[in-house]
Nanobody
Framework: QVQLVESGGGLVQAGGSLRLSCAASGFTFGGYRMGWFRQAPGKEREFVAAISRISSNTDYADSVKGRFTISRDNAEKTIYLQMNSLKPEDAAVYYC????????????WGQGTQVMVSS
């Protein structure tokens, strides 16, 4: 079955960096666009970044452009989110997700990894 497992979250000071990973299994990883989302307490889940099947195209939320970088390793079936210059408002649970090519929606989600940023 499809599984997405995030890791790499933790507590970091403002201005610091973290690298999140999402290991995928149960599907042909290289055939899917993948994304990162986040949800802070009391807020709706929001889009963070996405990457195309062969990394030729990336997309970012305005709030993270220039600070976050999404990448993938299709051989390792893993996507990454390098987060630099972290701000307190970046604190959230971060989720990776698989985008369904037919529907255009994200159809499978990981369990999330917590990112905390101290000011």
């Amino acid at each position: 079955q499809v599984q997405l497992v995030e890791s790499g979250g933790g507590l970091v000071q403002a201005g610091g960096s973290l690298r999140l990973s999402c290991a995928a299994s149960g599907f042909t990883f290289g055939g899917y666009r993948m994304g990162w989302f986040r949800q802070a307490p009391g807020k709706e889940r929001e889009f963070v970044a996405a990457i195309s099947r062969i990394s030729s195209n990336t997309d970012y939320a305005d709030s993270v452009k220039g600070r976050f970088t999404i990448s993938r390793d299709n051989a390792e079936k893993t996507i990454y989110l390098q987060m630099n210059s972290l701000k307190p408002e970046d604190a959230a649970v971060y989720y990776c997700a698989r985008r369904n090519a037919l529907s255009g929606s994200y159809d499978y989600w990981g369990q999330g990894t917590q990112v905390m940023v101290s000011s």
